[in-house]
């Protein structure tokens, strides 16, 4: 479903993410783990077309997606939730919903609100409220319902567990999964680990801008080296 | 007291051609983050396009008005797309003397168009003007316009920001352009119309300035652009009803200092008050100042 070959993509002269190649199929969900600063979110902007890589090649449905704006790139099915959530703080939790259906028709967008509310009722209860004022897992949800909204086929969560308590987390991590059973192929980029590989069908680890290990969420979950960098022995 | 009541509603005229002038950048600067100082410039060109079309085309002062207002949007279309897009990732330093540069581009080549010798502004409203108290209070037809135009503008600028999709999604541009991108809205098409119904406020203020104050030269947008801009940062910048009252109260302290202090100071009074205005409260009047929750 979505083909990445051999990226690079720099910031400046810095070189953040070195000949990176990966895949995920079409009903996976495939997470790429990695620490702080390693390229993770970079991989995702890219993708999303928001950075451009120097090589390489990303494909997604079998379309390349070299020289698509960013903006044209939703629309094929391609909805990131980028890290930090990035929610319009000042809009109401509705006007941001109808924001994530900004390239569908207009007469389609109430029914997808509804399906969002139905998914978050915490957001209905909240629809007319500006969105700064939600808490940070009202907030994450948000980020999600919006992205939602464009129904896509490939979702891309960047961090949602980040800053979250640990029940929250849980929860998020159950709605991904009910998305994924929905049908909704997903790619997770995660510091968390050890929950990211718990629900992954496959997962890449990434160290300074490169792929250093891949295989099964389970194998990576075993792997000795994978408890000894990432899950605290 | 009919003297002050004269002056007061000339203060809310003068005031409402800010307020006009005001929204155009406060809309530019709430999306493209910039300071259009460019913006008073195009005031200018819309009213010597007004002007020409009506004196030169003797065509009646609405066409005048319209051609004023197709004109100067193509005009910030077209600069922003030759200036200020190139410099989208640049510093706002940069982009704000590059906006100092278009606004002296354009007041030169007007002086070389147009020449530097003033242009009478015709009074496209006739003198009429209703007389009350044996003619000691007096409101002109072109104020009574002035004022319907600006509220009708505001009024239309909110409900385009607060209801239509165009809007809302120049809002989403304002706060956050990457994410506004991952929601397919494309951020340069959105900036753009900014800039397009920034500048058609713009010709709409040239024409109600100078029928107000006929005598037009090349830089006749300078010192109202300065004000408006003022405004803008008095009502807090971004905020479109900030920037109708930031328009209105300058517009009525202008008069009110030149009518009772001095003519000569008003001017520096305005700009004392807004010193004042921003040592109190830094964020101007009506200035968005959320408190966000992480």
Redesign the interface.
């Known amino acids: 479903m979505l083909k990445v070959e051999d990226i690079n993509v720099y910031y400046g002269s810095i070189h953040a993410i070195k000949g990176v190649s990966f895949e995920v199929h079409q009903g996976e969900i495939v997470t790429l783990i990695g620490a702080n600063g390693a390229g993770k979110s970079t991989i995702l902007h890219t993708v ?3 950075l451009h890589s120097k090589t390489g090649s990303i494909s997604f449905l079998d379309q390349d997606l070299a020289g698509i ?4 790139i ?2 094929k099915g391609m ?2 939730v ?1 890290e930090g959530r ?6 109401t939790v509705e ?1 941001n919903l ?3 259906a ?2 569908r028709p ?1 007469g389609e967008v109430s029914a997808s609100i509804a399906d969002v509310y139905e998914r978050f009722p915490r957001l209905k209860e909240r629809r007319k409220q ?1 969105a ?5 897992g009202e ?1 994450q949800m948000l980020a999600m319902g ?1 992205a939602l909204m ?1 129904k896509p086929k490939l979702l891309m969560l960047d961090e949602p567990s980040m ?1 979250l308590s640990p029940i929250l987390v849980q929860q998020i991590f159950d709605i991904i999964q009910e998305l994924h059973k929905a049908g909704t192929t997903i790619l997770l980029v995660e510091q968390n680990a050890q929950m990211a590989l718990s629900v992954a069908d496959r997962a890449y680890v990434l160290e300074s801008g490169k792929i250093v290990l891949s295989g099964t969420g389970a194998e990576l979950a075993e792997s000795d080296e994978i408890k000894k960098a990432y899950l605290g022995g | 007291m009919l003297t002050f009541l004269n002056h007061f509603i000339n203060g809310i005229s003068l005031g409402s051609i800010y307020a006009i002038i005001a929204l155009g950048y406060t809309m530019v600067y709430g999306i493209a983050k910039m300071l259009n100082f460019a913006h008073g410039d195009v005031i200018m060109v819309g009213a010597y396009v007004c002007f020409f079309a009506v004196s030169a085309f003797n065509l009646p002062p609405v066409l005048g008005l319209l051609a004023a207002i197709v004109l100067c949007t193509l005009l910030g279309i077209i600069i922003e797309r030759l200036a200020y897009k190139p410099l989208r990732q640049a510093t706002s330093l940069a982009v704000l003397i590059t906006a100092i540069g278009v606004s002296y581009f354009l007041q030169n080549a007007a002086q070389l168009l147009w020449t530097s010798n003033p242009k009478i502004f015709p009074d496209f409203f006739g003198g009429i003007a209703i007389k009350m108290f044996d003619g000691q209070l007096i409101i002109t037809l072109g104020t009574l316009v002035t004022i319907a135009a600006c509220i009708i503008i505001m009024i239309a600028l909110t409900v385009f920001t607060g209801q239509t ?1 165009m809007g ?2 120049m ?2 541009c304002s ?2 352009k ?10 340069n098409a959105t900036i753009s119309t900014t800039f397009a119904i920034g500048s058609a406020l713009a010709a709409v203020a040239g024409v109600l300035l100078c029928s107000a104050y006929p005598s037009l030269v090349p830089t006749t947008g300078s010192m109202p652009g300065i004000k408006a801009f003022t405004a803008a940062v008095f009502g807090g910048i971004g905020s479109i009803p900030g920037a109708l009252l930031g328009g209105i109260l300058l517009g009525v302290i202008e008069i009110f200092a030149g009518a009772y202090i001095s003519t000569q100071l008003s001017n520096a009074i305005v700009f004392l008050v807004l010193i004042i205005v921003l040592l109190v409260k830094p964020t101007g009047l009506l200035g ?1 100042q ?5």
């Not at chain 1, 990035?86 to 809009?91: A, D």
């Not at chain 1, 700064?132 to 940070?136: A, C, F, H, N, V």
């Not at chain 2, 990457?178 to 951020?187: K, Y």
């Open positions: 999303s077309g928001l704006p960013a903006h044209k939703v629309s909805a990131h980028p990035r929610v319009f703080l000042q809009m006007e109808e924001m994530g900004f390239t207009g500006i700064g004022t939600l808490s940070g907030q919006r464009s800053g | 999709k809302k999604a809002r989403a706060e956050d990457g994410a506004a991108q991952l929601m397919g809205i494309n951020v968005k959320i408190r966000e929750k992480v």
